[in-house]
């Protein structure tokens, strides 16, 4: 099983970015997937969800209007599209898949908003 996140890096404030996180291993489209964050010194945050077929998706308060997560199954890849990026949305960020049976996480991927 892995989870492989890309798409991270420097930008700076007001930019964009799209992570991606390809899974193998798994049934993809049986899986939820997650988003979450952990900024140094500060505990892991969920940041987007969506359901297994994609049509559920929920976010946190502080990236709604500005992040959107999407999936395409035939892919096995989730993705999160952020906009309008903030100093403070600097942080790791992992995405996750959960089922009823089995849970799993990525390793990561560094996301800096600086100018």
């Known amino acids: 099983v892995q989870l492989v996140e890309s798409g991270g890096g420097l930008v700076q404030p007001g930019g964009s970015l799209r992570l991606s996180c390809a899974a193998s291993g798994f049934t993809f489209s049986n899986y939820a997937m997650r988003w979450y964050r952990q900024a140094p010194g500060k505990e892991r945050e969920l940041v987007a969800a969506?359901?297994?077929?994609?049509?559920?998706?929920n976010y946190a308060d502080s990236v709604k209007g500005r992040f959107t997560i999407s999936r395409d199954n035939a892919k096995n890849t989730v993705y999160l599209q952020m906009n309008s990026l903030k100093l403070e949305d600097t942080a790791e960020y992992y995405c996750?898949?959960?089922?009823?049976?089995?849970?799993?996480w990525g390793q990561g991927t560094q996301v800096t908003v600086s100018s």
């Open positions: 969506i359901s297994s077929a994609g049509g559920s998706t």
């Open positions: 996750y898949a959960s089922s009823l049976r089995a849970a799993y």
